[in-house]
């Protein structure tokens, strides 16, 4: 329980006037949040806007002398082209590619709210937007008591949903954005990703999707073989938009 108090006590205490940063969740895993952050990322910087990716919680990392890495934490950093602490990025890495709770349980460790919103704060100075990439879907337990909607709480956060386009994906959908709106959080839209290039109905599929969650759609991403041969900007102009005008008014509070 005390994890649950961390986020929900910081909560109040960490809140700014104007959220300084977005969450990225998904329906699932593997379903594209790295590379639809990255591309937001890229987009952003050729606005001059100043911007940097975060990924509180990840599961699965390779052994470096300099301790666990994860790729999509490395992706991001790449994406913001980012040289200070990987562990501001990423506060929590765990070794093994489980769900996370099951990653703390193994290691004896736990998930500090209070770790994750200082890392957030040092990566917001200088008025910077920070966009969070959550892990696996919004569902996915962060410990026994923590849930991923305690970290957008306690960071103030507004959500963007990537739906992973596959057969199902409707069903997905609609869950994850009822229990992000469940869960007191606020679903500013979401971006359909395929992932199955073999889809069918794709267009019947995502205007299903449309018509049952109020939140609007701010873009699609085509399928890729390689996901990070091309930002994909000129697709997500929505959600760019989106992030600029929020940056506009950051730096209008100075």
Same mark, same amino acid.
């Given at each position: ?7 929900q ?8 006037a ?5 969450f ?7 379903i ?7 591309a937001?990322?890229r987009?952003?910087?050729?606005r ?7 990924k509180p ?5 390779y ?9 999509d ?5 790449a994406?913001?082209g ?11 890495v765990?070794?093994?590619p489980?769900a ?36 696996g %879907? #919004?569902? !996915?337990?962060?410990? *026994?008591s923590? &849930?991923?909607?305690d ?6 956060? =507004?959500?963007?949903?990537v ?5 199902g994906?409707?069903n997905?959908?609609?869950?994850t ?11 500013? %839209? #979401?971006? !359909?990703?395929?992932? *199955?290039?073999d &889809? ?7 205007r299903?999707? =449309?018509?049952?969650?109020q939140?609007?759609?701010?873009g699609?991403?085509?399928y890729a ?9 000129g ?6 938009e989106i992030?600029?005008?929020q940056a ?6 100075e």
């Amino acid at each position: 329980m005390a994890e649950l108090a961390d986020a929900q006590g910081g909560e109040k205490a960490g809140r700014r006037a104007l959220s300084t940063g977005f969450f990225v969740s998904g329906t699932d895993t593997g379903i594209g949040k790295t590379r639809v952050g990255c591309a937001l990322i890229r987009a952003m910087r050729a606005r001059q806007i100043p911007i940097v990716g975060m990924k509180p919680v990840a599961s699965g990392a390779y052994s470096t002398s300099n301790g666990l890495r994860n790729e999509d934490a490395e992706a991001l950093i790449a994406a913001c082209g980012y040289s200070g602490d990987y562990t501001d990025i990423n506060p929590h890495v765990f070794a093994e590619p489980i769900a996370p709770h099951l990653a703390v349980l193994e290691s004896s460790m736990s998930i500090s709210t209070a770790r994750i919103r200082a890392a957030h704060s040092r990566l917001a100075m200088g008025n910077r937007l920070v966009l969070v990439e959550g892990v696996g %879907g #919004w569902l !996915a337990p962060l410990g *026994d008591s923590l &849930m991923q909607s305690d970290i957008v709480r306690a960071l103030d956060l =507004q959500v963007i949903l990537v739906v992973g386009m596959r057969l199902g994906c409707i069903n997905h959908a609609l869950l994850t954005s009822r229990a992000i709106e469940a869960d007191g959080c606020r679903l500013i %839209g #979401w971006i !359909a990703n395929r992932i *199955d290039p073999d &889809m069918l109905r794709f267009e019947d599929n995502r205007r299903s999707i =449309q018509q049952r969650i109020q939140a609007p759609l701010l873009g699609t991403v085509e399928y890729a073989e390689d996901p990070q041969a091309s930002n994909h900007a000129g697709s997500l102009d929505t959600a760019i938009e989106i992030l600029t005008s929020q940056a506009r008014q950051i730096h209008q509070q100075e």
